[in-house]
């Protein structure tokens, strides 16, 4: 997700470079004029201070170190728990491999 270029796009301002702009897609979503940021398989993840996360679709599978976590992957449904609260990765194991 492009939050610098949405939150300039909210603000009514121009980024000096033509080619940071294109890249705006959440605000229709923000707007309410889109049901999703992205296309409903498009896959993105992301690493930020040593935790790891990759989604698909309603999947979100994530590895938080034990400092701070369990130390594992752990894998949500989305759709049902939106604040991550149920862990479905022993349950789910073909699933945290394929996402």
């Known amino acids: 997700?492009?939050?610098a270029p949405?939150?300039?796009?909210?603000?009514?301002?121009?980024?000096?470079?033509?080619?940071?702009?294109e890249r705006v897609?959440?605000?229709?979503?923000l707007a309410?004029?889109?049901v999703r940021v992205h296309e409903k398989d498009f896959i993105h993840g992301w690493e930020l201070c040593g935790k790891d996360a990759i989604c698909k679709s309603n999947?979100?599978?994530?590895?938080i170190p034990k400092l701070k976590g369990p130390?594992?992957?752990?894998?949500?449904?989305?759709s049902p728990d939106r604040v991550e609260t149920h862990d479905l990765a022993e349950t789910n194991e073909r699933s945290l491999k394929n996402s």
């Open 1 to 3: 997700m492009d939050i």
């Open 6 to 21: 949405t939150t300039l796009k909210m603000a009514g301002i121009t980024h000096s470079a033509p080619k940071y702009q």
């Open 25 to 29: 897609r959440m605000f229709p979503w």
């Open 32 to 34: 309410g004029k889109e």
């Open 59 to 63: 999947w979100k599978a994530d590895f």
């Open 71 to 78: 130390g594992k992957w752990q894998l949500y449904d989305l």
